[in-house]
Structures are given as C-alpha cells and as structure tokens.
C-alpha cells in the first residue's frame, strides 16, 4: 500500500498539493498540505495501521478539512476494515460528503471487503459526491487499484455554473451532466448539492 501510495504522489504535478492523513479511534494529520513530494512520501513511510477504524469520522473530519481549499481537489480514503468506532454512523457521512462536494475515492482492503453494508456506504459516498469506489481482494490488486486512481485524478476537471434561483432552502439541487457531439465517454460528476 506504502508503495503505491508512494508511486501516486510520484504521479502527481509539481503544483499539487497533497496532505496525509491517518485514522484509527482519531484522525491524525501525518503531514499538512504541501506541494514537497518527498515530505509527502516520508509521512506515507511513516504510518502504521493500528486500533479501531473510526472511518465515518474521519471522512466527516477530512472532507470538512480540505473544502476550505481553493480549487479542485479530491479525498482518497483507504480502508483495510469496516468502522468500528465512529461517532457518526454511514448516513451522516453520506450527508456531511454530499454538502462539502468534495468528491471521494475509496479503496477497500482486507476486513473492509468482507462488509457487504460498507462497500455500499462507500459505493454511495463515491458515486454522490463524483468520486469511485474500488476494492482489493489480494495484495496484488492494490498497484492496478491506485493506477487507476492516478489515471482518474489526471482527468479530473472543475465546472462552475451559477443556478437561476438562488433560493436557500436547505433542499437537495440534483445535477446532470453530459456531452453531446462525442461517443466513447464516460462523465462522473456529483450528483448534486445543498445550497448554503
């Protein structure tokens, strides 16, 4: 996992920033936003998985963190078993992703995979908020998994668009996005958002 996680910060462009975080019962930030890869790699050699999973928290936590940053961004969330010790339960994330709009990458790994329920909290979380969920079964599975990551990110873009009614009621705006003219795509895009 170190590895590849290692390879993806490799892939990443010189003006990308990255942060590491890590999780067990607490969120714990290994190393702030930074666009020095090698200070990336060193806090990603340095974590160990440990404890209890906390996962709902701290993908409340982390996507609360990263929205107040300017541009695009994404959350890449690896997981090697299911939450056991969230304060928040899978809806509450859900809900929490869904207003902060930063899309989430999850990978499911080991215990994780075992968990019909999680793997469709975070097939829910990924598809809502624009992002993809993935998981791997063996060791070998995880190079493949965060190659498509990185190809994913590469690709990513940022639309703005300013609604005709600017009405804050709190109620969820469904988005729908698509491209006319060309064959052979697929768009991924959030599926909507609540207004401030």
Do not use: C
């Not at 160990?48 to 940053?69: N, P, V």
């Amino acid at each position: 996992v170190k590895n590849a996680i290692v390879k993806l910060i490799d892939a990443l462009g010189p003006q990308d920033a990255v942060a590491i975080y890590t999780f067990n019962e607490r969120l714990v930030v290994n190393q702030a936003f930074t666009t020095d890869k090698s200070a990336a790699k060193r806090a990603v050699l340095r974590t160990r998985a440990q404890g209890r999973t906390a996962l709902f928290d701290a993908i409340a936590q982390t996507t609360a963190d990263i929205s107040k940053r300017a541009g695009k961004k994404a959350l890449l969330v690896f997981s090697d078993g299911d939450d056991n010790a969230s304060m928040l339960n899978g809806r509450s994330a859900v809900l929490r992703a869904q207003k902060i709009g930063v899309p989430l990458y999850a990978i499911a790994e080991g215990d994780a995979t075992k968990s019909p329920k999680l793997e469709a909290l975070l097939q829910e979380l990924s598809k809502q908020t624009g992002g993809s969920a993935y998981r791997a079964k063996k060791a070998d599975d995880i190079e493949e998994v965060f190659d498509k990551l990185s190809e994913d990110l590469r690709h990513v873009y940022m639309l703005s668009y300013q609604p005709t009614s600017l009405a804050s009621d709190g109620k969820w705006r469904k988005i729908e996005l698509f491209v006319t003219g060309i064959k052979g795509y697929r768009i991924r895009g959030k599926e909507g958002y609540y207004p401030n």
